[in-house]
């Protein structure tokens, strides 16, 4: 990304429920889990993981979406692996 | 939007979500439960909100001696063995978080001292000079220039301090309103104190979110802009209705006395910096540039000696001091008291040494309060009650982050203390570092310059107190009191309704699915 392009990114609106389609890989925070699968919000969109377990709380994530409902903004993605820590970790 | 109320998509019965890593159990148990765990950073922020709003003191040393106090009494309500106390307090001291920011800090405040003691703001005493503003568009005027320097140096403090001993007896004696001149001197300290890669306060964002500081800077820039404009309108409208007053003395030549245009290389400085740290240069590299050609251009067009960056003052009876003695960074001094290292980089750098300590102590209050649970209860308490959407969420961040900036004069101590809070609310609707970053330092920048007991604020009405003794026809009737600065400092109060209304209608928003901050690691 350019000099130029890094001051000209984030100048719009967005929405609090992003959408995703299947296949798309993306990377999140797990937020809670249920012992074997986690939830993750990209804000007011709801991802319910599958696989992520207590050890991925607070853990950044890389998962595929296998299915998204855009009407209600949630969607479900098997986890691929661990690729970060939060900020803190407690 | 804690729990489990809400469904997935396909009705998964197993839908009992709860939060926490499986590690549930703090690993201090308090007396009276783990909220006590909050007691070494509660005995602070009383500490802090008695000593330097109360008693107006802003003495970062004390601030030390409180966080101390903290930890100790703490100590006392710790079951069974205080060492896992103990390790926590090093735990905390050991986080990247607290090193990074020293680390950066130390480099730009020896940059931000070259450029001081090289005549920037001379620099820009030739520009106003040469504009020929006349008394309604002279707080306008201060603002842009203002900005420009706290750009460059990153301290809005020193900014207060630089601009309010030769811009605002100008103001006066050009009949500008002195009240509008001291609060656009205040809003261009915010300016540049929010937005430059050197500041303080943005390297704690940056570092505290987990984000390179080039990124934070560049993502920030929108907020900044907006706010700096109705600013600027602001003061040019404000500056027509509103007077100065009679000062009795001549021909305003004050500008002109102190205006030196060769000061303005350090625009050049102050690009490198900036640049490269935009460019994605690591934060050090990128002001090491900055002091090598900060220093160049002092060394070489003269605007400070080899002398005046770093000076050895030696005992004559040390070994090598009298063979030495022609050499342009030794002098020799009978003093005992005397002997010592000074000069630009010494004093950059001696700056953040009491900051520094202070941060590490806060991170260590805030480490026991973590391991204590009583964090993960005000957590738990928020997203329950406050952040229950992405939209309160960010309100929330914005709230608590201006609240305790507010309250605390120090704004970067406030900053390192509520830095935790802010990325745990963030992180669960997977707002993006920089986002983050940016609603954090917006208030801590804007609520450090505003009220009577802001630092920012002290730093520059001490300067101001100072001037009836260097000024004759200056009295102390002509100053401003801190009180009566308040509603026009714009910047900062344009700084937060422009966060306030980000987060409503999600202007800037930026997901970790949009664009993932680079991480601070680079750092």
């Known amino acids: ?90 | 939007m804690s729990g489990g109320s809400d469904g997935p998509p396909d009705g998964d019965p197993t839908d009992t979500f709860v939060e926490g890593t499986g590690d549930e159990e703090p690993r201090i148990t308090f007396y009276g439960g783990r909220g006590m765990s909050a007691l070494p950073i509660g005995v602070f922020i009383v500490w802090a909100i008695v000593q330097t709003a109360l008693w107006r003191i802003s003495d970062t040393g004390g601030l030390i001696v409180g966080m101390l106090f903290g930890l100790v009494i703490g100590m006392f309500f710790v079951r069974g063995n205080w060492a896992s106390y103990a390790n926590t307090i090093f735990e905390g001291m050991t986080q990247p978080v607290a090193v990074t920011a020293i680390v950066a800090w130390i480099w730009a405040g020896i940059f931000a001292q070259l450029l001081q003691d090289g005549g920037f703001v001379g620099g820009l005493v030739w520009l106003a000079d040469l504009a020929g503003v006349g008394a309604a568009l002279f707080p306008a005027a201060t603002f842009v220039l203002a900005a420009l320097f706290t750009t460059g140096i990153g301290t809005g403090y020193g900014a207060a301090v630089a601009f309010v001993t030769l811009f605002f007896p100008t103001g006066l004696l050009l009949g500008a309103s002195p009240v509008l001149t001291f609060a656009a001197i205040l809003s261009g300290a915010i300016f540049g104190d929010n937005l430059a890669p050197v500041s303080d306060t943005t390297i704690v964002s940056a570092v505290t979110q987990d984000s390179d500081i080039g990124g934070v800077v560049a993502s920030r820039f929108k907020y900044v802009i907006i706010a700096a404009t109705l600013t600027f309108v602001g003061y040019v409208v404000a500056g027509q209705t509103m007077g100065g007053i009679e000062t009795g003395a001549g021909a305003a030549n004050l500008l002109a006395e102190a205006s030196d245009p060769i000061g303005l290389v350090h625009l050049v400085s102050m690009g490198i910096v900036i640049g490269a740290a935009i460019a994605g240069r690591h934060i050090v590299e990128a002001i090491s540039w900055g002091i090598v050609v900060a220093i160049a251009f002092n060394l070489v067009l003269g605007l400070a000696g080899i002398g005046e960056i770093v000076t050895f003052s030696a005992p004559a009876d040390a070994p090598l001091a009298q063979p030495l003695a022609d050499l342009p960074i030794l002098q020799i001094v009978d003093d005992a008291d005397a002997v010592g290292v000074s000069g630009s980089v010494m004093e950059g750098a001696s700056g953040f040494f009491e900051l520094s300590i202070l941060v590490l102590l806060i991170i260590a209050a805030a480490q026991i309060m973590i391991r204590g649970g009583a964090f993960q209860a005000i957590l738990d308490w928020s997203l329950e009650n406050l952040a229950t959407n992405v939209r309160n969420a960010e309100l929330t961040m914005v709230a608590s982050a201006a609240l305790i900036n507010a309250i605390i004069t120090i704004n970067t101590a406030a900053e390192v203390a509520i830095g935790p809070y802010i990325s745990k609310i963030g992180e669960r609707f997977n707002l993006n570092g920089y986002r983050r970053a940016n609603i954090l330092d917006g208030q801590t920048a804007a609520l450090g310059y505003i009220f009577p007991w802001s630092g920012g604020v002290l730093a520059g009405y001490q300067a101001m107190e100072g001037l009836p003794g260097e000024y004759e026809w200056l009295d102390q009737g002509m100053l401003v009191t801190p009180i009566d600065v308040v509603p026009y400092v714009f910047q900062g109060w344009l700084l937060v309704a422009v966060f306030v209304v980000a987060a409503i209608t999600g202007f800037g928003r930026e997901y970790v699915t949009d664009r993932e901050s680079e991480e601070v690691a680079r750092v």
């Open chain 1, 1 to 90: 990304m350019s000099l130029f392009s890094k001051y000209l990114k984030g100048w719009r609106f967005r929405s609090s429920e992003p959408t995703f389609e299947p296949g798309d890989e993306i990377s999140v925070f797990v937020a809670e889990t249920n012992g074997t699968d986690g939830r993750a919000y990209v804000g007011d969109t709801r991802l319910t993981v599958e696989g992520a377990g207590p050890e991925t709380v607070e853990k950044r994530v890389r998962v595929r979406v296998t299915e998204f409902d855009d009407s209600s903004a949630t969607g479900r993605g098997e986890l691929l692996e661990v690729v970060g820590e939060s900020s803190y970790t407690g």
